[in-house]
C-alpha cells in the first residue's frame, strides 16, 4: 500500500481530470496512490479516467450518485481507508494540474508538524510556485 492516498472527488470536469491526474502521477514524491471520486457525472469522466487506469495501476475510480464534493470526499476516506495509520490522505479540492512538487512540499510539511507541532491551527495548504506566490487559486 501506497504512503499517500489522494482523493480526488470530480463531477462533470472530464477535461480537466485528465490534466490532474496526470500532474499527480508526475509527483517527484513517487509513493502514492490516486483515488478518484465520481461524484455522479454525467459527462465522458468515466471513459476519460478509464483511459488513464488502463496505463496506469496507482489509480482507482469509483462512482457514486450525485451528493457533492465533501460527501465524495468523505466517500474517498470511508472506501478507500485508510484505517491504515501509515498512510497519509491528501485531499485535492478540484480537477486542476499541480506543480511536480507539491506532494513532496506537503510531506515535508507534515513530517516537520510532527517533530515540532504548531500552536496555532492549520486548516488548508495552498500549493506556491517558485517565487513562492499561491500556484493556483483553489
Not at 502514492?32 to 461524484?39: R, S
Not at 459527462?43 to 465533501?70: F, W
Not at 512540499?105 to 500552536?119: D, G, R, T, V, W
Amino acid at each position: 500500500m501506497a504512503t499517500v492516498s489522494i482523493i480526488v472527488p470530480t463531477y462533470n470536469r472530464s477535461k480537466l481530470l485528465k490534466e490532474c491526474v496526470e500532474s499527480l502521477l508526475a509527483q517527484t514524491y513517487r509513493d502514492l496512490e490516486i483515488h478518484v471520486v465520481d461524484d455522479g457525472s454525467t459527462d465522458d469522466t468515466r471513459e476519460t479516467i478509464g483511459s488513464i487506469m488502463s496505463k496506469h495501476s496507482r489509480i482507482k475510480y469509483s462512482y457514486r450518485p450525485h451528493l457533492g464534493a465533501c460527501a465524495a470526499r468523505n466517500f474517498g476516506v470511508e472506501h478507500y481507508n485508510m484505517g491504515n495509520r501509515k498512510t497519509s490522505i491528501a485531499h485535492f479540492k478540484k480537477a486542476l494540474s499541480y506543480n511536480p512538487f507539491d506532494l513532496r512540499l506537503y510531506i515535508n510539511l507534515l513530517q516537520a508538524l510532527l517533530i515540532n507541532p504548531p500552536k496555532e491551527r492549520i486548516s488548508d495548504w495552498c500549493p506556491l510556485d517558485d517565487l513562492g506566490q499561491p500556484f493556483r487559486n483553489l
